[in-house]
């Protein structure tokens, strides 16, 4: 069995993978990461978004192997540093962002993604960023209303 490494949330993390292991159980599995989700298995509904070496990728795409050397960010690691949400977190919630909470992983680890590369964008683009993710229960009104609030508090 191959042995991969990669730093995950800020830390080194090691494990022995099969060759087809992705690394959306990479994370789940090995690591116990499991606010990554995994939603349909196809790449079509972005539940199991997470930023590898800076850039948002569908974790279900991704062979584990080819994140050996990786740095990768998961929605464990979005927490600021004291435990509180992050901006894009606070912003979901105070926006009503989720329902069921299923797709809002996904949704903010791409939402973090887009500000960071666009951080004022306006609503046409989060709506054609966002058209990887699929959520079932809120319509996406408040979605991209969050993602307009915490544009607005990162640029203040």
Known sequence: MPSISMTVNGKTVSGDIEGRTLLVQFLRENLRLTGTHVGCDTSQCGACV???NGDSVKACTVLAASADGADVKTIEGMANADGS???IQQ???DNHGLQCGFCTPGMVMSAADL?????SPSEGEIRDWLEGNICRCTGYHNIVKSIQAAAASLSA
Request: charge should be neutral; hydrophobic fraction near 55%.
């Open 50 to 52: 997470v930023i590898m």
């Open 85 to 87: 949400l992050s901006v």
């Open 91 to 93: 912003a979901f919630q």
């Open 115 to 119: 500000l960071h590369q666009n951080p």
